[in-house]
T-cell receptor, first 116, second 117 residues
Framework: GAVVSQHPSWVICKSGTSVKIECRSL??????MFWYRQFPKKSLMLMAT?????????EQGVEKDKFLINHASLTLSTLTVTSAHPEDSSFYIC????????????FGSGTRLTVV | AQTVTQSQPEMSVQEAETVTLSCTYD???????LFWYKQPPSRQMILVIR??????QNATENRFSVNFQKAAKSFSLKISDSQLGDAAMYFC??????????????FGTGTRLQVTL
């Protein structure tokens, strides 16, 4: 089945630094990747949609300059949290559509970001 | 805009018993998909079951089944013969059926299921 590999699984960084999270589709081509943020005991909130070879589409209220998304190839999408602050600490999850239209989407294992 | 509502923040069921998790949604679309995802403590999202809106027959996957009421915009999940491994957060999700492109998933707020001995 379709697998999305997400790295790192957890990261701690200092305030003001940048952190890059990668999501790779291992056995299929992901022309679209969805990036979610999840606060503790809360639901998944869509941040942005990345499309291979074009600019990402951000949801309302998400800072484009803080959360940089790049989808340079059919198998790799990255989310970079720039100038991180403690309030950016969260769980970030990527997701890609399955190969069949009616299927649900495949999720990465998530990245727990802690900014100190 | 589409919305998904899960009115039960927490549910509890005894092992081997049956539990039903509720979900309602709001949409003006006629063609869409509905899903139930499970998120265990590992936080990996796992697809439990899916339903195509154009299908009247309720989806079933082993111990998991849904009650899909399109007119009422209701999509409940029934877990039979509950097992300890079923303990997790369950999210109901909706997405539009769009030809040629991927549509985003809209999630409910989740129901935390506890399974007791």
């Amino acid at each position: 089945g379709a697998v999305v590999s997400q790295h790192p699984s957890w990261v701690i960084c200092k305030s003001g630094t940048s952190v890059k999270i990668e999501c790779r589709s291992l056995d299929f081509q992901a022309t679209t990747m969805f990036w979610y943020r999840q606060f503790p005991k809360k639901s998944l909130m869509l941040m942005a949609t990345s499309n291979e070879g074009s600019k990402a589409t951000y949801e309302q209220g998400v800072e484009k300059d803080k959360f940089l998304i790049n989808h340079a190839s059919l198998t790799l999408s990255t989310l970079t949290v720039t100038s991180a602050h403690p309030e950016d600490s969260s769980f970030y999850i990527c997701s890609a559509p399955g190969q069949l239209r009616e299927h649900g989407y495949t999720f990465g294992s998530g990245t727990r970001l802690t900014v100190v | 805009a589409q919305t998904v509502t899960q009115s039960q923040p927490e549910m509890s069921v005894q092992e081997a018993e049956t539990v039903t998790l509720s979900c309602t949604y709001d949409t003006s679309e006629s063609d869409y998909y509905l899903f139930w995802y499970k998120q265990p403590p590992s936080r990996q999202m796992i697809l439990v079951i899916r339903q195509e809106a154009y299908k009247q027959q309720n989806a079933t996957e082993n111990r998991f089944s849904v009650n899909f009421q399109k007119a009422a915009k209701s999509f409940s999940l029934k877990i039979s013969d509950s097992q300890l491994g079923d303990a997790a957060m369950y999210f109901c999700a909706y997405r539009r059926a769009i030809t040629g492109t991927a549509s985003k998933l809209t999630f409910g707020t989740g129901t935390r299921l506890q399974v007791t001995l």
